[in-house]
């Protein structure tokens, strides 16, 4: 399984170089038969990362680890 990239910081702030990356990925992910994840865009609302966008905050690491326990669990049964 293979989860979609995060813009980080400054680097990508439209998002469209991300967005680009993972669209390619799952495409990517599918031909290889890896099942791929895609956070979206989570992590765009406020409190989900740190002041400088480069690391996730508290919260947003609490929804990271809920969403990938669904999915463990949800790959298992």
Same mark, same amino acid.
């Given at each position: 399984?293979?989860? =979609?990239?995060?813009?980080? $910081?400054?680097?990508?702030?439209?998002?469209? #170089?991300?967005?680009?990356?993972?669209?390619? *990925?799952? !495409?990517?992910?599918?031909?290889?038969?890896? =099942?791929?994840?895609?956070? $979206?865009?989570?992590?765009?609302?406020?409190? #989900?990362?740190?002041?400088?966008?480069?690391? *996730?905050? !508290?919260?947003?690491?609490?929804?990271?680890?809920?969403?990938?326990?669904?999915?463990?669990?949800r790959d298992l049964n």
């Amino acid at each position: 399984m293979f989860s =979609s990239v995060l813009a980080v $910081g400054d680097w990508d702030l439209g998002r469209k #170089r991300t967005d680009q990356i993972n669209k390619w *990925l799952c !495409r990517w992910c599918h031909i290889q038969g890896i =099942s791929f994840y895609d956070l $979206g865009h989570t992590f765009d609302e406020p409190g #989900r990362l740190m002041w400088d966008g480069t690391q *996730l905050t !508290r919260k947003g690491k609490n929804i990271v680890g809920r969403k990938l326990a669904e999915l463990i669990i949800r790959d298992l049964n």
